[in-house]
């Protein structure tokens, strides 16, 4: 698998002095889905800004598809990497949605046909056709998240990054959009680079996890991840409830050597286990203390 | 709630002056309106204010939406009226104690207050039917600089969303009690209120360039445009700026 995105000893100082990062060391492959998970101000949306080149320090190093950002002028690099920002407010400065759309595609120099062919293919993929000529600002929520999605499908990008594209979402909107970030990984072969702390999003949008806090303080596969009581406290990191739904169900017998993540995992790994075994779930001695055990490992979060 | 400056909210009615090419009425409008309030002769004047009503009614566009707008305006022109009838040097034709009027002064002031109207009902027919960002596109399209373009199209994107965020720190400021009173207390609170807005919005435009950047954004706006002008549209722009024209031909001549 060829590196998409590698990042070295990467720093950086806002000019008021705040450190946002710190020695910064990650690597992307190519195909594959990264979650960079962390607490608020923990530098998540500064690491994503010096993904495509928008930010650029003079600490460390970015490289896409092995070239330095630092000798890539700003067209070449959104041509690789498209970023979906945080506010969707700031993403859709246009007037229109179709102008949103295109802006992206004009600026790469495309013919009119293409740039229309693409607008109306963005569009289809969210859901969002017969949408052109509406305003930014008369738009939902859900709708300005999946548009501001769109705008950057629309530029065909090899490497997507998105900053909390699930956060204040309804159930509904963000299952779709959790939907549409994964198919585009599956079928267009799109590299993803997701920054949350919807940690319930982590288990469906991961391959593989980095925990960032100022510097990388871990990294690993979801349920690695999830197994380090430790680090998730240290961190203000949560576990999915399923996850600790399972824990508490060890406590009282229930035969489990991996614990599932979502609700998916769970409903396999039950039918798994009901069918090998006879489950049989009881309170003995030391329940009690097992599960006070558990809850006060994730007390933390209140 | 507060209340967003929608001038464009009629834009999808239908009639002649809705589906004029946005281009052409551009320039045929601004025509018009520059040869009003360039009339020397306030009969002619008044002629183009009909035919500014005229171009109203020709819109569609209701007149208490009309009104509502030149409500305020109404009150700054009327008063410019008022203070010129009364100072403008001239032959004194009545007089309230110690002020006179003059027959020069009411002349003056009323071509004044006849020109501005003209020149502000005519502004409805001309963008009211259209919608903002085709206004926006327009001038683009009539390669106005690309700086004013700009301008026009990220005032037009970004009012709403201050007006939304100034709208959430008053609320917040509301729900804690804050009462507008004509006390320096409420005075400084309003003003740390707007420095806090323009905090946000300085933030903003920030964050929003960043994304601009982040789609090859080199400093002039291109977009696609379809527009579609016909004959008809030749032929209306054209009547609109003969009368425009004869306007000064009429007043020049005196023959009205
Ligand atoms: N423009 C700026 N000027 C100064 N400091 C900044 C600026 N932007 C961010 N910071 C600071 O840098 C640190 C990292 O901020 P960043 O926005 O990258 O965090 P984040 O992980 O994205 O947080 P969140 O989860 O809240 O979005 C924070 O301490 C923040 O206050
Ligand atoms: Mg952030």
Redesign the interface.
């Given at each position: 698998m060829s590196v998409a995105i590698s990042v070295q000893n990467l720093g950086y100082v806002y000019s008021d002095g705040t450190v946002a990062l710190e020695d910064v060391n990650m690597e992307v492959y190519e195909g594959e889905r990264v979650v960079i998970a962390g607490p608020n101000g923990a530098g998540k949306t500064t690491l994503l800004?010096h993904l495509?080149g928008?930010l650029r320090s003079t600490e460390g190093e970015v490289e896409v598809f092995g070239r330095s950002l630092k000798r890539l002028r700003?067209?070449e690099i959104?041509r690789d990497v498209?970023?979906v920002?945080q506010?969707p407010?700031?993403?859709?400065?246009?007037?229109?949605l179709f102008?949103d759309l295109?802006?992206?595609p004009?600026?790469?120099g495309l013919k009119?046909e293409e740039?229309?062919k693409r607008v109306k293919e963005a569009l289809s993929i969210l859901g969002l056709s017969g949408y052109e000529?509406r305003?930014?600002?008369h738009l939902s929520y859900g709708e300005k998240k999946k548009a501001s999605l769109a705008?950057?499908i629309s530029?065909e990008p090899k490497i997507l990054v998105l900053d909390e594209p699930t956060a204040n979402l309804d159930p509904r909107s963000r299952a779709e959009l959790i939907e549409i970030i994964k198919e585009l990984n599956e079928r267009e072969g799109i590299t993803i680079v997701v920054a949350t702390h919807d940690i319930n999003a982590v288990p469906e949008l991961a391959d593989r996890v980095y925990v960032l806090n100022r510097r990388i303080i871990a990294e690993g596969t979801p349920g690695e991840i999830f197994n380090d009581a430790a680090l998730l406290r240290d961190n203000n990191l949560e576990v999915p409830e399923v996850y600790k739904l399972f824990e508490v169900l060890r406590c009282f017998g229930y035969p489990c050597e991996e614990l599932p993540l979502s609700i998916d995992d769970a409903v396999a790994e039950l039918t798994r286990t009901i069918n090998e075994r006879h489950i049989h779930l009881h309170i003995h001695e030391h329940t009690h203390e097992d599960v006070n055990r558990i809850r006060s490992k994730y007390e933390h979060h209140g | 709630m507060i209340e967003y400056p929608e001038i464009d909210r009629y834009a999808s009615l239908d009639s002649p002056l809705h589906r004029f090419d946005p281009r052409a009425k551009l320039i045929a409008f601004l025509s018009l309106i520059f040869s009003i309030v360039l009339v020397p002769d306030l009969k002619v004047a008044f002629i183009g204010l009909l035919f500014a009503v005229f171009m109203l009614i020709l819109s569609r566009i209701p007149l208490t939406f009309v009104f509502h707008y030149l409500e305020w305006v109404a009150i700054f022109i009327l008063s410019f009226f008022v203070i010129l009838i009364f100072t403008f040097p001239g032959e004194e034709i009545a007089r309230f104690y110690l002020l006179s009027i003059t027959a020069e002064g009411l002349y003056t002031g009323s071509l004044i207050t006849v020109r501005a109207f003209s020149a502000l009902i005519l502004i409805f027919p001309m963008i009211g039917t259209m919608?903002?960002?085709t206004t926006?596109k327009a001038l683009y399209r009539l390669r106005v600089p690309g700086s004013l373009v700009q301008m026009l199209?990220?005032t037009?994107?970004?009012i709403?969303?201050l007006m939304d965020e100034f709208q959430s720190i008053w609320t917040a400021m509301e729900s804690r009690g804050f009462q507008l009173r004509s006390n320096f207390y409420a005075l400084s609170t309003i003003g740390k209120a707007l420095g806090m807005l323009f905090v946000r919005s300085y933030e903003?435009a920030e964050?929003?360039y960043?994304?601009?950047?982040?789609?090859?954004?080199?400093g002039n706006p291109?977009?696609?445009v379809e527009f579609d002008i016909r004959m008809k549209d030749y032929l209306l722009a054209v009547s609109i700026m003969g009368f425009a024209v004869s306007l000064h031909i009429a007043s020049f001549t005196g023959v009205i």
């Open positions: 800004l495509n928008i700003r067209e959104i498209g970023l920002f506010d407010d700031d993403q859709l400065f246009m007037p229109t102008d295109a802006f992206g004009v600026n790469l009119e740039v229309r000529n305003c930014p600002h705008a950057i530029m | 919608r903002f960002d926006i199209m990220f037009y994107r970004y709403f969303v903003r964050r929003v960043q994304a601009m950047c982040s789609r090859g954004y080199t291109r977009t696609l």
